[in-house]
């Protein structure tokens, strides 16, 4: 069980079994690269729900280094409970960025955990009302499939859905965070 919410912590933040996203077919011109993700600039609170339990978390999202990236800082909390009697502290730094090779975004998400997840903007998104990114890779748990899905709800909400298949795993485990933001 540990070893489960750990893997399914190490990836909250910021997730269906896919290979590779293709390009996106977007080609998004240099000044409309971040308008889709403007919305996220800010500090936010989230309620989270998984299987494991209740949490809370707090996120901040900022462009960096001349805006050629997007940083998102987050910690989440899962107070002890049965089936998790230590609880447990998630934090975790997402850093996206635009692969112009690929006409994509690529978000790199590094965890307390020691895990690296790379994912990329799957095509069937519609930024910046739907985003799904697609786990590409895991550094230390290969094999691993996930989903990460954030969906604007208004002008100061969105919903992220984290789906996550460790190997040989039959059952997925589903994160839902719905994230409020606290200031602009």
Known sequence: MKAILTLALAAI???????PAEPSGQ????????AAFEFFAGEWTGAESATFGEGRGDR????VLQDAYLL???RSVFPPHEGLPDGDVHDDWTILSFDRD???YVLRQFNS???VNTFVLDA???PPERMIFVLEESENA????????LTRIDANAFEEVFDLTLPGATESITIRSRWTRSIP
């Open 13 to 19: 933040a910021t997730l269906s079994a896919a290979g």
């Open 27 to 34: 080609n998004w011109s240099e000044s409309e690269r971040w």
């Open 60 to 63: 901040t999202y900022e462009l």
């Open 72 to 74: 998102s800082r987050n």
């Open 102 to 104: 690929r006409d994509t």
């Open 113 to 115: 955990e020691g895990y």
């Open 124 to 126: 069937a998104s519609s």
């Open 142 to 149: 290969r094999g691993t499939r996930a989903t990460l899905t």
